[in-house]
């Protein structure tokens, strides 16, 4: 079945950095659009970033300059590159797939396939 598996979180400290990565699997539709949303406690799902079939790669500006959003196709696997990190990027991060192109930087809703998360903690 279509699935996407995340991993690579963990607890770092402010300044550090971590790779998230989400495989996706049994997908029978092309992913025009990829993205890296994040939820904290108490608050809305987010876009992080976002990334297309031509590799055109959208930020929230809280993340822009710090993080960095990739896909290796051949792998079938959505990176996002997390450098900078800050307490306020403590938070559950999750991939999501979607097959509508256009402009993927998108809300939620916009996306039909998600992964089950991984979670970041940032400490002070």
């Known amino acids: 079945q279509v699935q996407l598996v995340e991993s690579g979180g963990g607890s770092v400290q402010a300044g550090g950095s971590l790779r998230l990565s989400c495989a996706a699997s049994g997908f029978t539709y092309i992913r025009a659009c990829m993205a890296w949303f994040r939820q904290a406690p108490g608050k809305e799902r987010e876009n992080v970033a976002t990334?297309?079939?031509?590799?055109?790669?959208r930020y929230a500006n809280s993340v822009r300059d710090r993080f960095t959003i990739s896909q290796d196709n051949a792998k079938n696997t959505l990176y996002l590159q997390m450098n900078s990190l800050k307490p306020e990027d403590s938070a559950m991060y999750y991939c999501?797939?979607?097959?509508?192109?256009?402009?993927?930087?998108?809300?939620?809703?916009?996306?039909?396939?998600w992964g089950q998360g991984t979670q970041v903690t940032v400490s002070s």
């Open positions: 990334i297309g079939l031509r590799d055109i790669a």
């Open positions: 999501a797939a979607s097959h509508v192109s256009g402009n993927c930087y998108r809300p939620p809703g916009g996306y039909a396939t």
